[in-house]
């Protein structure tokens, strides 16, 4: 963020497949966020979307996983996710970010590329997230919270 204007200065993500282990999983997520870590600090803050429970028992338990791997790279370079009260649910961050608290990831999408002012492709096509959405989802989380907080300026920004 310049002058309370978000920039987007780094995106990305990692997947894991059903055939690795946890194990696998897990050193695959630490590792990643890692190096994205050192590439890209420092950092003011680091937040997460609040999860309470997935689809399912192995869903729930995947994303725990994931999040005590994402809680060990961040400790070793003297970080932490902020416990956000209020939480940021899946629903405000769409609320927040789109207007709409059942936004699907497309609009999400567009969302962000608006809010951050990310240029189209010399084709004219918007900026291309990578497949998923969850870069566009991790932004979006970002953005709720500088939208809530009050850290940047709203006006003249209409969301998706």
Excluded: H
Excluded at 38 to 46: A, G, K
Excluded at 124 to 149: H, M, N, Q, T
């Amino acid at each position: 963020m310049r002058n309370r204007t978000p920039y987007l200065i780094a995106a990305s993500s990692v997947a894991t497949t059903k055939d690795d282990t946890d194990a696998v999983r897990n050193v695959a997520v630490e590792s990643f966020i890692s190096q994205f870590i050192y590439e890209n600090r420092p950092f003011d803050i680091v937040v997460r979307e609040d999860f309470t429970s997935g689809r399912n028992k192995r869903a729930t338990q995947l994303v725990f996983g994931s999040w005590a791997a994402a809680d060990r790279a961040l400790l070793a370079f003297g970080y932490r996710a902020e416990d956000l009260k209020p939480a940021l649910s899946p629903t405000s961050v769409k609320k927040i970010v789109t207007g709409n608290g059942k936004a699907e990831k497309p609009e999400v999408a567009a969302a962000v590329r608006k809010w951050l002012r990310l240029p189209n492709g010399p084709d004219g096509s918007p900026y291309k997230f990578r497949a998923g959405y969850d870069d566009s989802d991790a932004c979006a989380v970002a953005l709720a919270y500088l939208i809530r907080e009050g850290l940047i300026d709203t006006e003249g920004v209409v969301a998706a």
